[in-house]
């Protein structure tokens, strides 16, 4: 069964970090492209960051660019996304997404594999 589930999120200050971990079971990641997407209250699901199975162009958001960082542990079959430098404006449900595809693309119908979402809340 194929499965996607995410966990680190919470409660952090502005201007702090978070780690986000999404495990993957039921497939193996390394031939799969991988995706942060996050979907704030009242708004639509955008995508945060990308990147393909193998060498190619990593993608990032303007909002969130220098800021986040995607990479993964294929030995692990894990993906991360690390935050830093977090704003009130990053609060939002995040979800990892993945595909058999060698490139990645930032568009939500683009992705085979969801977790059920993680809540990340940017609060003084």
């Known amino acids: 069964q194929v499965q996607l589930v995410e966990f680190g999120g919470g409660l952090v200050q502005p201007g702090g970090s978070l780690r986000l971990s999404c495990a993957a079971s039921g497939f193996t990641l390394d031939y799969y492209a991988i995706a942060w997407f996050r979907q704030a209250p009242g708004k639509e699901r955008e995508g945060v960051s990308c990147t393909p199975s193998s060498d190619g162009t990593t993608y990032y958001a303007e909002s969130v660019k220098g800021r986040f960082t995607i990479s993964r542990h294929n030995a692990k079959n894990m993906m991360y996304l690390q935050m830093d430098s977090l704003k009130p404006e990053d609060t939002a449900v995040y979800y990892c997404?993945?595909?058999?595809?060698?490139?990645?693309?930032?568009?939500?119908?683009?992705?085979?594999?969801w977790g059920q979402g993680t809540q990340v809340t940017v609060s003084a």
């Open positions: 997404a993945a595909r058999q595809a060698l490139l990645c693309v930032p568009g939500e119908s683009f992705w085979d594999y």
